[in-house]
């Protein structure tokens, strides 16, 4: 099955600074990897995804990249501000596959953005 | 329009209980997801529904968890004779047709098992 490792575990950033979280995974048949934030007792929200037939994705502050021969993708999040500090995870699945879509999950990313 | 709703939102049991954990996934949603999430970790996968079938149950770890989706919308995930490694945040989530479309979650249930 998929597996997907997620580093670093924590990171600690000041306002106005970018951020870098990243996956790799193992599964060379996963096509989908989104990424959602969770705030302390809150639900998961996706805040970007990325399908494997693009390199990369833009929405305002954050961007992610895909490099499918390495097996490895990563969140940018620019201009950080405090509200951006949450646990973020990384996931892959193969959608559309005989997997149905579930999604397997990196460990988390406790990002702390300091005013 | 309304999200993934779950009931209760916390569920202490005393270790050997049964539970019972509800799931209101988005209307019309066809696709429904169950995870677990422990302390710290990234939530994992339990089974999976399209409408009322279940297709993928590989994810639960023992005989004394099950899940049904009847009428294919409200899902109940069920722990039987509870055990403290049982204790965690369950999740559903739901996606409106397609295994490629986007699941939304729900806030969970924390179940504590004393």
């Known amino acids: 099955g998929e597996n997907v490792e997620q580093h670093p575990s924590t990171l600690s950033v000041q306002e106005g600074d970018s951020a870098v979280i990243k996956c790799t995974y193992s599964?060379?048949?996963?096509?989908?990897f989104p990424w959602y934030k969770q705030e302390l007792g809150k639900r998961p929200q996706l805040i970007i995804d990325?399908?494997?037939?693009?390199g990369e994705k833009k929405d305002q502050r954050i961007a992610v990249t895909l490099n499918k021969t390495a097996k490895h993708f990563s969140l940018h999040i620019t201009e950080t501000q405090p509200e951006d500090s949450a646990v973020y995870f990384c996931?892959?699945?193969?959608?559309?596959?005989?997997?149905?879509?579930?999604?397997?999950f990196g460990q988390g990313t406790i990002l702390t953005v300091h005013p | 329009g309304a999200g993934v709703s779950q009931s209760p939102r916390y569920k202490v049991a005393k270790r050997g209980q049964d539970v019972a954990l509800r799931c209101d996934p988005i209307?019309?949603?066809?696709?429904l997801f169950w995870y677990q999430q422990a302390l710290g970790q990234g939530p994992e996968f339990l089974t999976y529904?399209?409408?009322?079938?279940?297709?993928?149950k590989s994810g639960l770890p023992s005989d004394r968890f099950f899940a049904e989706r009847p009428e294919g919308s409200v899902s109940t995930l069920k722990i039987q004779r509870t055990q403290q490694e049982d204790s965690a945040v369950y999740l559903c989530?739901?996606?409106?047709?397609?295994?490629?479309?986007?699941?939304?979650f729900g806030p969970g249930t924390r179940l504590t098992v004393l």
């Open positions: 989530a739901s996606s409106p047709l397609r295994s490629t479309d986007t699941q939304y």
């Open positions: 599964d060379s048949a996963s096509n989908y």
């Open positions: 990325i399908r494997s037939n693009v």
């Open positions: 996931a892959a699945t193969n959608a559309g596959g005989t997997s149905y879509g579930k999604l397997t």
């Open positions: 209307s019309g949603h066809v696709s």
């Open positions: 529904f399209q409408n009322e079938a279940q297709l993928d």
